[in-house]
């Protein structure tokens, strides 16, 4: 127990508003990372307060509660579209906040952009990677703000790495201190009304060059299938839910786990609906099947491109030819594919875009997500090509030599393709078929107006 209790507040920031469309790949999910810092607080004994902006709460009613509870410690949740956000909310939280409270920052910005969080003297202490044991340590000496592996304090400029969590000693996420059923999920993501995100790992086996692994870099560390399922069933008991998002990347990839897990929920009797990431390269007969038997409906997969020349610089180890077959696989299987694509490669020609979108109509997954390519500062092909994040979302593509698809231009591309995956007329009667849920109809009908009103049907239709 600690020698005294205190009172955090985590914040997420909210995400600046994109298009409708992306929605269905950013969907809405609580914040895993700032609840799982809050289960280990509660375990050291702490009050724990979480916020999310992305509930539609007003930034101003979080300053006015905390300039009324006035909190021992406030940590604010970083990612680099949310930096302006956060730099926002800590210029307002700090006179609000008492005298020698802390205000401190961390998550995967703060992680690999450092210096914009160490820079600016706003924050009495940035955390670096998995925080749940700096963040305990840090109450701890409260309100000193100790030297210690992961806690990099006001005025310093880097710290020992911190330690890394072996998956299985965590904490459940404290779910309890958020409206769980205010988190629709976006309709690519769920089948009945609500849904649940479960982490199965730390760390991650893969190192495709776009992507950014500050936080948890290094060794992966899977949970046992045990914990897992132990979880699976907590969600069921205690908030009435069984459709569940795996939202890690790589579950499949450690197939023991995998298999370990569809045996026991094949042996409980009790029914879970789940999705979750796929390989192209892992995803083979028997184990879809396996997966489908057990309550799996859909896989997502990152395919990324179109191109085989972009496909062979995101290092992904497969070309469009395994893509096409995997989700046909899939399909075989009975199971549904959302297919994730990127746009905007550094080097990435128009035509190469149109490989991409063309691949998205041929295979005909039953959801396709478009992103924009964004250089995020922690991968290989940012540092490769010298890029940069811009200095507002969406503008974050800094201008480069290296990006024949300038920002404006990719903005419209990717608009486009969602419009023509999904305005296909036989793709509309066949999801109308598909689909048996009242929400999803709703949230679909809802995206699909809101898109037509910011961009204009003419300019969906365009070439
Ligand atoms: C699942 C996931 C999602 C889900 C759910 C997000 C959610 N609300 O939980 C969805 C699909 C909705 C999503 C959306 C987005 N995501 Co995302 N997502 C992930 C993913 C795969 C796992 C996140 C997770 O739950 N990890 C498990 C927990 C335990 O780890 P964690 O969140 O990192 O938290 C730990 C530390 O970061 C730290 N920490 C976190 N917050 C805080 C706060 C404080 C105060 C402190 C001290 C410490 C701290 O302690 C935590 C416990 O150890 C990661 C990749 C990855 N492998 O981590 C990407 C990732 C976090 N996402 C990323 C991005 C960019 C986004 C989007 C902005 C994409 C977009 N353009 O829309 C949106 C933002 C949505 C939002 N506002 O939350 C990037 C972030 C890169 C960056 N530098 O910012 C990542 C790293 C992917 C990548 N490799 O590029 N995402
Ligand atoms: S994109 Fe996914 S699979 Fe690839 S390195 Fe990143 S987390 Fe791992």
Redesign the pocket.
Known sequence: MPTRSLHVV??????PA?GPF?RL??????????L??AAALERAGHRVTVF?L?LALRTGRVVRRIARERPDVV????????QPVVEDLARRLRPVMAPGALL??????????TALYTGGGQFDAV?V????R??VELCAAFPRVPRIPGVIPAGDEDCAPPAR?VADE?AF?ARHLLPLRRYRGGPA?KRGRYTA?I?TH?G?PYRCT???????AGKVRFRSAGSIFEELQQLRHDHGIRDIRF???VLISRRSVLWELIELLLGSGERFDWLCTGRIDLADDELLRAMHRAGCYRVEYGIESGSDRILAMTDKGFDVAAAEAAVQRTRAAGIETIANFIMGFPTETEDEIEQTIELALRLDAEYAIF?PF?P????EITREFGLRWGPEYPAFRAPSPHYPVDTDRLIGRVDQAYSRFYFRPGYVARRLTAVRNGWIYWDLGRMAAAHAARRGWARMAGS
């Open positions: 985590l914040i997420q920031p909210h995400t994109d992306e790949g950013r969907s809405d999910l609580p914040p895993l990372g700032l799982y810092l999310d992305n940590g604010i949740g970083t990612l680099a579209p949310c401190i920052a961390g998550g995967a910005d703060a992680t690999t952009r955390l990677g998995e925080a749940e700096s963040l969590i965590a996420p993501y995100s982490f730390r991650c776009f992507c950014e692994q500050g936080v948890h939202i890690d990347d992103f964004c995020y500062q922690g991968a």
